[in-house]
């Protein structure tokens, strides 16, 4: 007697699981559709959320280290133009000198941010949150001096590197390493101790003398 699976040559009957849709396609009845648990997703947003804390930072660290040289390069052309217009012999060349001559400097740059109200400018340097930069007459007028405020720690001690060149006197301030001359006349530069005068945070001051 026959078994009822097979017919002639012991060709065994596939017995197929798909049905015909309506429209004529095929598909399989025993698929189903999976989602995530709620588990999963806590477990997924905790890891981006950690992932986050620890990259935003290191992010924002180097982008104010790639503005360094840019932010350098914008006064260091201030330095240049404000010593050619100087009055060449004059006892007291930088007596008017001030923030307002920087900010028609880098009015226009993407880098600063400047601001006018009731005729006073105020120029924000991109290195460090709502930090500042100043220009003031020093050495009764026979010198100027360029004062950043609330630097990032990012921007240390780049910043004194690449404007030692053109300043006789630097001055880093912050709230760990007080302040100290970094530049002087018997203070021979070094990055090593610039980089040891700035504290974490946006919380350090440059000062730069040029004469």
Known sequence: MLNENFVQGSRPIVRSTAVLCPSGARRHTDLS???FSLIEVSIVT???????IIAIPAVGSYVI???VPKVGEELARFVLQTQINAQPGAMSPYTDVATSHLANTVFDSSLF????ASGTSTILHGLGREG????????AGASFSITLSNVSHAACPALASVMQRLAHT???????GGSAAV???????SALNAGTNCSKGDVNSFVFSVS
Do not use: F
């Open 170 to 176: 630097i001055v880093i301030s912050s709230p760990a």
């Open 132 to 139: 500042t930069v100043e220009v003031a007459p020093a050495d």
């Open 46 to 52: 905790a890891i981006v959320l950690l992932l986050a």
């Open 183 to 189: 530049k002087d006349n018997g203070v021979e530069y």
């Open 65 to 67: 280290e790639n503005k």
């Open 113 to 116: 941010s400047v601001t006018n």
């Open 33 to 35: 559709q999976g989602g």
